[in-house]
């Protein structure tokens, strides 16, 4: 007798109480690109009609479906998969949840992965879909960037950390009844404990980029799956079960680096979802949640802790210390992490999270938030945490109060206040409301604000279109208005007896009143619902009418409407609009676009030309594009926001384009315009084709490349280095070429000419505005950035300890830091007055003229500084690391530096401590590097631009 062959993989569906859904899982799997699948139904006792749904699958498809039922309820995931694992006929095993479901081609792309490489076991990406917004996002997709094998779980101790789902794997089914692999029944949570258990038992693991399964969350109602009731304390008990059973397993195998990742792990996933919802639950939760954390994780090691980001380090110290006053504001930055949710308080010179727990040295470390840079921070570029106090509904509006964190009382008390509360509907692009505050003050450490908003009269909202409005408060500060903040909800009683009757535009048949509730994030916001007679029956009409065939006719019309909009909005779309539309129009003759540092900036040589235009009274239109806010930029021009369409349309109508470093790549030069490139540096690293990145890259990459350096008209050098540097690392042609100097060196010819005539050393007006003293020498600290091991930039680590420097030098010496723009640094206020970040200060020519020396590394701001003939001390204390690298430089900076090149901190001091007998004796060789590397900055190149292009008589 001749046995009949086997499918060749069986995904086992397990149910209960699903009815309505599981067609729709049980589908996907038929629909499979792969045919030779079988489907393996397991009910869990439902009550609900699943197992006669199953029943029928089966009947209909009886040579794919199989239907199996369990005597009793086993009160989880893992019981009926066990069973479905006894039952199944495929050389391979997927399991789906019968809310879920498999990608077309999952099946396939697991079984050819799996026959290509002999894997026990093949894991894929899911993608989690958010069920009421539709919103969806990939499950750890680093894990899945490519097809990669492995002969242990030890090779990538992240895959057994992170991707604990078991739905997302494919398993031989031998390799599962070999090893007597089962899912733990009577626990939830029992994906952990399984994916551990196989991944630690399989000879071979594959991981494929493919999407394979669609995780729908449904976190509302009664919908919402066990795992995602984690306001029910029995929840936590079950997780930290699990937990244990793990470090059972890992302590038996000596795994210890196993155990580390998988407890950094917990610490920074399993708790903090548990922790999200802890500021909304009560003290009898609140109490027996802390007893089961307070003991599990106290066995975490230390070096797990040391692992975590200084938020997560936080709550966990906070709630070990059951300090709920401040451990629930914690957590509200935990989930929204641009928030600051605490006043902050100093100490010693440092900033920490809150004042009290300091007196242990532990605490401190872990408190000690200093390097957040929160006492740095613009605080028009804060989003301070807005706490609702009071909440009251009127009838014909809200009455709410509440306060705003003032972060170490930076808002001071004589500072103008104006507040305000706005409401804004969550979908994008449409416009809220905005009422005044009735009342704001300072209260302490924190700000209090009381406002009342009549909705009666000015909230009309749409209807269908705007469902969910967000309340958010507006602070002014002395006229600059801060960050928008959404409120947070935390323990006020929302008073809600009066109900919030609205007028929507479309009609008050789909809804007539506002009701509030607490987002998921913990901040307060108003849902349009239907709660009369009628908008019940017209509102329950129309959602039944939305579910047949209009309904899908207008939802597509709806969704086609959003894909337009994005669409239209697409930096495809205006690359298309710029050269089909925009570059059709006539060139605007004067008309001139200026940008620096890719809009960052009103700073460099294209601001140099054009103040020298406006100093010579030149007739021209200006425009200036900014890439996020409008600040510093001139009033006297047009502003536009870089790749907004007025700024495409500005560049295709443009006479001139200046800049420092690019326009957009893919836009095209019309031929009657003029691209002045300023460039922003002589070069001591390769550039452009000589450097071994770009030569690597295909013929067609490098093609496109040379095409953005062709639209070059003219490019602006300073010396012969850069005429044997640049310009053939550009492969720019000789008459492009222009050796007038950079216009923003003119300054600094000027003043070392001023002071060389007996004018003395003047000191700008950034020394006044930064309070340093007439007696303080200045030194400027200027460190390039650091290339990542993967071509991105490097965190900016300072590679000296500035509060050492401070009370080595605090009373001779001033000290500048300017990092790179593409960096950021953060002083600790111990340093304050002595110490400087002057990053932000743009237009670093003030800086130069105000630093009676420099130190530097391998920045291009030696070839500029050297103009002023002042001391300069090069700090190369990663030298071989940085020359050494595949990028190479054009000189050894240690034969040719204008100043002692140091490598570590001592020499660095050693120099500083007698500056004057360095300027002395490196005077010669300042001498040299200047008419080495800035032999055309004579001090009148805006001028010689001005002239040229834009006086009468000149030419292009």
Not at 337 to 348: A, G, I, Y
């Given at each position: ?711 070059f008209d003219h490019f602006l050098i300073r010396s012969e280095h850069d005429a044997r540097t640049l310009v053939p690392a550009f492969r720019l042609k000789d008459e492009v070429v222009l050796r007038s100097g950079y216009p923003r060196n003119d300054a600094l010819v000027a003043a070392l000419d001023a002071e060389r005539k007996g004018g003395g050393r003047v000191r700008p007006d950034i020394v006044r505005e930064l309070g340093i003293p007439e007696d303080r020498t200045i030194l400027l600290y200027a460190p390039t950035f650091r290339n990542t091991a993967a071509g991105g930039v490097r965190k900016f680590e300072p590679p000296l300890d500035f509060d050492e420097f401070a009370d080595r030098f605090g009373d001779r010496y001033t000290l500048l830091v300017r990092s790179h723009y593409l960096n950021t640094v953060v002083l600790p206020p111990s340093v304050r007055g002595r110490v400087i970040d002057v990053t932000s200060v743009h237009d670093v020519t003030p800086l130069f003229l ?93 001028r010689q631009i001005v002239s040229r292009f834009f006086r009468p008589g000149g030419s292009k």
């Amino acid at each position: 007798m001749n046995r009949v062959p086997g499918p060749d993989l069986s995904v086992v569906v397990i149910v209960y109480n699903d009815a309505e859904l599981l067609p729709t899982a049980v589908q996907s799997v038929l629909d499979q690109s792969l045919r030779s699948v079988e489907v393996v139904i397991v009910d869990d006792c439902s009550t609900d009609g699943s197992y006669e749904v199953a029943q029928a699958l089966a009947e209909l498809h009886p040579d794919r479906v199989r239907a199996f039922q369990l005597e009793q309820n086993s009160g989880g995931c893992g019981g009926p998969r066990n069973r479905g694992i006894a039952e199944v006929r495929g050389e391979y095993v997927v399991f789906l949840d019968s809310d879920d479901t498999l990608q077309h081609d999952a099946c396939r792309n697991f079984l050819d992965a799996a026959r290509a490489t002999g894997a026990d076991l093949v894991s894929g990406l899911t993608k989690r879909v958010q069920v009421r917004t539709g919103k969806s996002a990939d499950w750890y997709p680093w894990l899945y960037t490519s097809t990669r094998t492995f002969e242990s779980v030890g090779e990538l101790p992240d895959l057994l950390v992170y991707d604990t789902l078991s739905t997302n794997m494919c398993y031989r089914r031998d390799f599962l009844r070999d090893n007597g692999l089962e899912f733990p029944v009577g626990i939830h949570y029992e994906d952990l404990l399984f994916s551990a258990q196989a991944y630690l038992a399989a000879r071979r693991i594959t991981l494929i980029p493919n999407h394979v399964y669609n995780w729908m969350v449904d976190d509302t109602g009664t919908r919402r799956s066990i795992s995602n009731r984690r306001h029910e304390v029995e929840n936590f008990v079950h997780r930290v079960r699990i937990h244990r059973q793990i470090d059972a397993i890992f302590r038996e195998r000596g795994l210890d680096d196993l155990k580390l990742h998988k407890d950094t792990k917990f610490l920074k996933h399993d708790l903090v979802l548990h922790l999200r919802d802890l500021p909304f639950l009560d003290d009898d939760y609140r109490t027996q949640f802390s007893r089961l954390a307070r003991e599990y994780m106290s066995r975490i090691s230390q070096e797990a802790y040391e692992r975590l980001e200084p938020i997560h380090r936080i709550c966990a110290y906070l709630l070990m210390e059951e300090d709920w006053a401040n451990l629930n504001p914690a957590i509200d930055t935990l989930i929204n992490r641009q928030k600051l949710s605490v006043p902050l308080t100093e100490r010693d010179g440092r900033v920490y999270w809150c004042a009290e727990h300091l007196d242990d040295e532990r605490a401190r470390a872990i408190l000690d938030v200093t390097d957040l840079g929160y006492h740095a921070k613009p605080l028009r570029q804060m989003t301070l945490r807005a706490k609702l106090e009071q909440y009251r509904q009127t009838g014909q509006g809200i009455a709410v109060s509440g306060t705003v964190v003032n972060p170490l009382g930076r808002i001071t008390e004589q500072a103008e206040l104006k507040a305000a509360i706005e409401l804004r509907p969550r979908r994008k692009g449409m416009r809220g409301i905005t009422f005044p505050a009735a009342e704001v003050r300072h209260a302490g450490d924190h700000l209090t604000w009381r406002a009342e908003a009549d909705l009666s009269k000015k909230l009309r909202p749409l209807g269908l279109l705007d469902p969910v409005w967000d309340i958010r408060l507006v602070l002014s500060i002395d006229g600059t208005p801060t960050v928008p903040m959404l409120i947070t909800v935390g323990d006020a009683a929302l008073e809600t007896e009066l109900p919030l009757r609205i007028r929507p535009r479309l009609s008050r048949l789909v809804a007539d009143t506002l009701e509030v509730e607490t987002s998921a994030k913990g901040h307060l916001a108003f849902v349009q619902v239907a709660q009369g007679s009628v908008s019940r029956r017209s509102r329950a009409g129309l959602d039944r009418a939305l579910q047949g065939a209009p309904g899908t006719v207008a939802k597509n019309g709806l969704r086609r409407a959003r894909g337009a909009r994005k669409y239209v909005r697409s930096g495809e779309t205006k690359i298309r609009v710029y050269h089909e539309v925009f570059s059709k129009l006539p060139v605007r003759k004067g008309t001139v676009v200026f940008e620096s540092h890719l809009g960052k900036q009103y700073s460099d040589s294209p601001r140099a030309i054009y103040e020298e235009m406006r100093r010579q009274g030149v007739k021209f239109t200006a425009i200036w594009s900014y890439a996020d806010r409008p600040e510093d930029f001139p009033a006297d021009a047009t502003l536009v926001k870089r790749w907004s369409f007025p700024y495409l349309r500005a560049l295709a109508q443009a006479e001139f384009w200046i800049d420092n470093q690019g326009f957009p790549l893919k836009l095209t030069k019309r031929p009657e315009t003029t691209y002045i490139q300023t460039w922003h540096g002589s070069a001591l690293k390769k550039m452009g084709f000589d450097s071994p990145q770009l030569r690597v890259r295909t013929k067609d990459q490098q093609a496109d490349y040379q095409r953005v350096l062709d639209r070059f008209d003219h490019f602006l050098i300073r010396s012969e280095h850069d005429a044997r540097t640049l310009v053939p690392a550009f492969r720019l042609k000789d008459e492009v070429v222009l050796r007038s100097g950079y216009p923003r060196n003119d300054a600094l010819v000027a003043a070392l000419d001023a002071e060389r005539k007996g004018g003395g050393r003047v000191r700008p007006d950034i020394v006044r505005e930064l309070g340093i003293p007439e007696d303080r020498t200045i030194l400027l600290y200027a460190p390039t950035f650091r290339n990542t091991a993967a071509g991105g930039v490097r965190k900016f680590e300072p590679p000296l300890d500035f509060d050492e420097f401070a009370d080595r030098f605090g009373d001779r010496y001033t000290l500048l830091v300017r990092s790179h723009y593409l960096n950021t640094v953060v002083l600790p206020p111990s340093v304050r007055g002595r110490v400087i970040d002057v990053t932000s200060v743009h237009d670093v020519t003030p800086l130069f003229l105000a630093a009676d020396a420099m130190i530097t590394d391998y920045s291009s701001v030696m070839f500029d500084y050297a103009l002023l003939d002042r001391p300069m001390v090069f700090f190369a204390y990663d030298y071989d690391e940085y020359v050494k690298d595949d990028r190479g430089t054009y000189f050894d900076l240690t034969k040719h530096a204008p100043g002692p090149v140091v490598r570590d901190v001592e020499g660095l001091y050693s120099v500083l401590d007698d500056l004057p007998r360095s300027e002395s004796e490196w005077a010669v060789r300042r001498k040299q590097f200047v008419a080495e590397f800035g032999e055309y900055d004579k001090g009148d190149a805006a001028r010689q631009i001005v002239s040229r292009f834009f006086r009468p008589g000149g030419s292009k």
